[in-house]
């Protein structure tokens, strides 16, 4: 495994497993087990997954001792506002079973995340959050966040894919030693990425499949990644990362891949926007 330093001085590992859209009963929990005892030491989650305790209990069955797993979860917007989040950390804690978080993660830019932001801050300065940061926040609203705040993200978490690139917010993150993570590394399969012409030549210059040669274009570029798969073949086949380097002239090749714009849905759109906050994961 290979780790990152975040602004912090906290080491997250490079690459986790992630559990979003994992909604059959029990699959989280058989999913969770399998990629922790490949070697996984990362686990994503968040609230409105719905799937907080699969993971908790597959933490807790775990032959892994609970300090070797980096473990998120993120609060949903529903939850902003400082005693509404405070709250909700709570609810998330007991439904993962831990005593503590090591990252947990605002889940989009709109409602109270200032009020939000706080009440992480806060849980943050008592030891019970390790790192603290957001989830698809663009530039100018990360720049907003930490400019007007205490304590500036240690993650930003946003949709990052060879359809979508994000050079740009790739560059400001650096800039401000904020840590970029990618969520849909895959795109969610779109434009039938897995059949691409230039991957799929790419995996047959290394012997690797076209995933891994996405993951390791991520991770080249110093990006955190969180795969996700129901399947333990393909969950270990998206660890087995770190044994090859793509050269230079390859990494310049998959940039030509870049559409930059999502093909999963559009961020900046006011009706996506409009959308996200009226989603309710609870009552």
């Known amino acids: 495994m290979e780790y990152t ?6 080491k997250m590992p490079m690459i986790g497993f992630g559990v979003y859209q994992i909604s059959e009963r029990g699959a989280t929990e058989r999913a969770v087990s399998d990629a922790l005892d490949l070697g996984y030491r990362m686990i994503d989650t968040a609230s409105a997954y719905q799937n907080e305790e699969e993971v908790g209990v597959a933490i807790k ?16 917007v529903q939850d902003y506002g400082f005693d509404n989040a405070l709250k909700a950390f709570d609810i998330s804690l007991k439904k993962l079973g831990l005593d503590y978080l090591d990252l947990y993660l605002l889940h989009k830019p709109y409602g109270d995340y ?4 706080r009440a992480l801050e806060k849980l943050y300065k008592e030891g019970l959050i390790r790192a603290i940061g957001v989830t698809s926040f663009w530039n100018e609203r990360l720049a907003d966040l930490f400019n007007m705040n ?6 930003n978490q946003i949709e990052t894919n060879v359809w979508n690139q994000k050079y ?11 840590q970029h993570e990618a969520w849909a590394p895959f795109a969610e399969g779109q434009n039938h990425v897995f059949d691409n012409s230039l991957l799929r030549e790419l995996a047959e210059k290394y012997g690797k499949t076209t995933g891994q040669i996405m993951l390791r274009w991520l991770i080249q570029r110093n990006i955190v990644v969180i795969p996700k798969s129901v399947h333990k073949e393909r969950i270990a086949q998206n660890l087995d990362v770190f044994d090859f380097v793509l050269d230079e002239n390859d990494m310049s090749k998959i940039r030509t ?6 093909p999963i849905y559009d961020e900046m759109d006011p009706k996506m926007a409009l959308y996200i906050g009226q989603v309710k994961i609870h009552k």
């Open 5 to 10: 330093t975040l602004n912090n001085g906290i």
């Open 168 to 178: 740009s917010e790739a560059a400001f993150m650096i800039e401000h030693d904020i």
């Open 114 to 117: 200032y009020g939000a932001w």
């Open 61 to 76: 069955n775990s032959c892994v001792n609970r300090e070797e797993v980096f473990v998120t979860t993120k609060l949903w």
């Open 150 to 155: 205490e304590i500036k993200p240690a993650v």
């Open 257 to 262: 891949l870049d559409t930059g714009k999502s």
